[in-house]
């Protein structure tokens, strides 16, 4: 068997083939660009506190408004609310007292996981859950919440009854 040209330079003795040294450069582009992107998700809550002082932000690592930017955003907002009513009084309920979890670093009910529970189809099984979880009640309302255009006016929120739990 011959060598080609190419392969025998390759080869050459202290010289990393072609091939391998593509190789090698592509796992250092990725480790380097995984450990600033560990850097940077973890530098303004944990690494900042951590070390008392602010932590250099490295500049085109995010986009400026974060990987939500690829998004469209629309002017309106929704979400859940969940009133507990005892007689003629409603008292909003804290969504963290619903869903009492222990998140580390990740809070679904700010990523507003509760919105789930606004079709009435699921309205059975969260009354059941409710009833359970605050025994106390004597019923509950869930009520979608939404800004109209969270932009032009942030203060308007119209609230309309999706369900009620008697």
């Not at 250099?56 to 469209?72: C, D, E, S, T």
Request: proline share 7%; net charge positive; charged share 20%.
């Amino acid at each position: 068997m011959t060598k080609s040209a190419t392969s025998l330079i390759d080869s050459a003795p202290g010289k990393m083939p072609a091939t391998r040294l593509r190789q090698l450069s592509s796992v250092v582009f990725v480790v380097v660009w995984i450990a600033l992107f560990f850097y940077e998700t973890l530098r303004l809550n944990y690494l900042s506190p951590l070390l008392g002082r602010a932590l250099p932000k490295l500049p085109l690592l995010y986009p400026p408004a974060g990987w939500i930017m690829f998004y469209q955003i629309e002017p309106r907002y929704g979400y859940a609310e969940v009133y507990r009513i005892n007689g003629k009084s409603a008292e909003l309920i804290d969504p963290h007292d619903i869903f009492a979890t222990q998140a580390i670093g990740y809070d679904n009910i700010h990523r507003n996981m509760l919105v789930s529970v606004l079709d009435a189809r699921r309205g059975e099984v969260f009354c059941a859950y409710l009833k359970r979880k605050f025994p106390d009640a004597g019923g509950f309302a869930i009520v979608h919440a939404e800004y109209p255009d969270l932009i032009a006016s942030p203060d308007r929120v119209l609230r309309r009854v999706s369900y009620r739990c008697e």
